[in-house]
């Protein structure tokens, strides 16, 4: 069985980022979730002050085979068309990474057609799942080694020299697998966590969640046991993510968890290793609604309500800049004692 050694945050640094919050000359508390997140990182990192100037985005790509039933509005080609374009630069989350400073790094981890560039690292254990409606979508072998994977490319990365981490998907049909974990896994109906995905009619979406509430019967997954659930309703991408956060922990990484399919991942992976969720940093609320359920059982606020749905890591690129601001009020701003007035007291 796959585990996972994952230290807590120092709590010491999280008081000594507080306590600075605190002597700033500005109302106490007035950046929010972002002074959270500042104190959050001191502790992952063990740094009085964080360091985030290094950052990596990991794109995993994969096939499901779920799409045969119908549950996208596209079908399963238009994943590798869009891998190949993350290895070029020419997707959403390649144009705002290069303004929020953060390296892209498209990864294979069972798409049905290889990508072949330079720019692809390829990770794959098997081209595509199987369609969960008919069989399990993988083996709890093939879920294990995906997972391994992630985790192992967080390390590879974090030997690189990269201090911060962040988590995208593509994968044609995997709001389709995102929503039978999260039923499966949290225990709620497909209709309550079902949604339009990349853009279904609403008879889509009830077609949808009827392929989802039909195979969770078939399959019957053991909500007590994560390796059923991911292998039997699945995706390669989740499985991957959810290692890439469990290898960031690992390594006292912080890694920033996307939208709702990255969401499900860092929920696998706390089913995992609970301890991975005090690594986890969230980005955004999707416009996926069930993503709010996952971020309420993981504990995480996230900064960035939006309303997007894009998925690729675009939701971590939009948290990134804030981070960096805070951390210039952080690093720069002057004290109350600075310049000599009487500090804020918490009433």
Request: charged share 15%; with cysteine.
């Amino acid at each position: 069985m796959t585990t996972f050694s994952i230290q807590k945050p120092d709590e010491a640094f999280r008081a000594l980022a507080f306590s600075r919050w605190n002597s700033i000359a500005k109302p106490l508390g007035s950046l929010g979730l972002l002074e959270k997140a500042v104190c959050d990182i001191a502790a992952m990192q063990r740094r009085a002050v964080p360091d985030i100037a290094h950052r990596a985005l990991a794109v995993f790509c994969a096939d499901n085979g779920i799409v045969a039933e119908g549950v996208s509005q596209t079908d399963s080609s238009v994943t590798a068309v869009v891998a190949k374009n993350l290895c070029t630069g020419d997707t959403s989350v390649c144009k705002m990474a290069r303004y929020a400073y953060c390296d892209v790094f498209p990864v294979d981890m069972g798409m049905n057609t290889a990508v072949i560039h330079q720019n692809m690292t390829d990770l794959h254990v098997v081209r595509g799942t199987r369609d969960f409606l008919l069989e399990d979508a993988m083996t709890r072998a093939q879920a294990e080694q995906a997972v391994k994977n992630g985790a192992s490319f967080a390390h590879a990365l974090v030997a690189k020299g990269y201090t911060l981490l962040a988590t995208g998907e593509m994968g044609i049909g995997n709001t389709t697998t995102s929503s039978a974990l999260v039923s499966v896994l949290l225990n709620l109906s497909p209709e309550a966590v079902t949604g339009a995905g990349a853009g279904l009619s609403r008879a889509g979406v009830l077609h949808k969640t009827f392929v989802i509430e039909s195979a969770i019967r078939k399959r019957m997954p053991a909500s007590g046991d994560i390796w059923d659930v991911l292998s039997k309703v699945g995706g390669l991408d989740i499985a991957g993510m959810a290692g890439f956060m469990l290898g960031a922990a690992e390594a006292q990484v912080p890694v920033i968890v996307d939208g709702f399919i990255s969401a499900v991942a860092a929920l696998v992976a706390y089913r995992i290793n609970p301890a991975v969720r005090g690594y986890l940093l969230a980005s955004h609320a999707s416009g996926e609604s069930a993503s709010s359920f996952v971020l309420k059982e993981l504990q995480l606020d996230a900064p960035v309500h939006a309303g997007m749905r894009l998925g690729e890591g675009t939701g971590c690129m939009t948290l990134l800049p804030l981070l960096d601001m805070a951390l210039a009020v952080f690093t720069e701003m002057a004290t109350f004692e600075d310049i000599h007035i009487e500090a804020y007291k918490a009433l």
